[in-house]
């Protein structure tokens, strides 16, 4: 009677593409937690190649790998917070190995904010070595751009670039995945475009940036500065110069 429920609740859970619930779905219960491979003689039920698996990075809830549907409102457009990050393939035993960098390095740190820290995490990691070791997938990293990530396998011209059209795009074609996530997860270069008040994840389209401070205006200044007027004289010569007054009859002098 006990399997008999488990079977019913994996086949309902199964029914639903938005996210793969491993634990639950196409894994026995006890398989795996945060991508922890089963033991041989476990049956496991792989997807088809060639659909679309997302693996989130995060020390929240949204840890995990979701099938076909990448998480709403994840690490959009100028997203300026190290964690989440999402990591797009399609190949399935890559990533389980990605997944089990939520428990392998990402539950061991405790501030993602700091960055020589986390980047010395990564680069001791052997498992972050590991992952797309076999170089037959180009690695594209987008960390500002419509969907961020990494994204191993995909062609650039049908798949990658749309994405990259967005203002102020940041993005690079990385050998390892070692690399594209030391440069990932190094958001210095986005700052520039965002402020405490501004929202971590900006919509892809729109008013991606924040306004520019106001300026203070000329009238609001206790001694504002006189207007500059420019004028263009031609010589005898025919040679042109220009000359800077203050007010019009200075011009007209000059």
Same mark, same amino acid.
């Given at each position: 009677?006990? &399997? ?7 086949s309902l859970d199964c029914l639903t593409p *938005?996210?793969?619930? #491993?634990?639950? +779905? ?20 792989? $997807?088809?190649?060639?659909? *679309? #698996? ?10 995990? #790998? ?10 959009? /457009?100028? *997203?300026?917070? =190290?964690?989440?990050?999402? =990591? ?5 035993? %890559? ?8 428990? %392998?390095?990402?539950?061991? =740190?405790?501030?993602?904010?700091? &960055? ?20 037959? /997938? ?10 961020? /990530? #990494?994204?191993? /396998?995909?062609?650039? %011209?049908?798949?990658?670039? $749309? ?14 995945? %070692? ?18 008040t501004s929202p971590a994840i900006l919509p ?8 520019? @401070?106001?300026?203070? @205006? ?6 504002p500065p006189p207007p500059r007027i420019f +004028? ?5 010569? *025919?040679?042109?110069?220009? +000359? ?7 011009? =007209?002098?000059?």
């Amino acid at each position: 009677m006990v &399997l008999a429920l488990v079977f019913h609740r994996s086949s309902l859970d199964c029914l639903t593409p *938005h996210r793969l619930a #491993i634990a639950r +779905c196409c894994l026995p219960s006890t398989a795996m937690a945060h991508g922890t491979a089963p033991s041989p003689n476990q049956p496991q039920s792989v $997807p088809p190649s060639g659909r *679309h #698996i997302y693996v989130v990075l995060s020390k929240g809830k949204d840890a995990g #790998i979701y099938l076909d549907a990448r998480p709403s409102n994840t690490a959009l /457009g100028l *997203h300026a917070d =190290v964690l989440p990050l999402v =990591v797009v393939t399609t190949d399935w035993q %890559e990533a389980l190995k990605v997944d089990r960098l939520n428990k %392998e390095l990402i539950d061991g =740190v405790d501030d993602p904010n700091n &960055l020589e820290d986390f980047q010395q995490r990564i680069r001791q990691s052997a498992l972050v070595k590991m992952i797309f070791a076999s170089g037959q /997938g180009r690695i594209h990293a987008l960390k500002v751009a419509e969907e961020t /990530g #990494i994204y191993y /396998g995909y062609d650039w %011209e049908t798949y990658i670039q $749309p994405l990259t059209k967005f203002k102020g795009k940041l993005h690079k074609r990385t050998k390892t995945f %070692e690399e594209a996530l030391l440069w990932m997860v190094d958001k210095r270069s986005v700052e520039r475009y965002t402020s405490p008040t501004s929202p971590a994840i900006l919509p892809p389209f729109g008013s991606a940036y924040p306004p520019s @401070p106001a300026r203070t @205006p000329t009238a609001a200044l206790s001694h504002p500065p006189p207007p500059r007027i420019f +004028c263009l004289l031609t010589g005898s010569s *025919h040679r042109r110069s220009r +000359c800077r007054a203050s007010s019009f009859s200075d011009m =007209v002098q000059a």
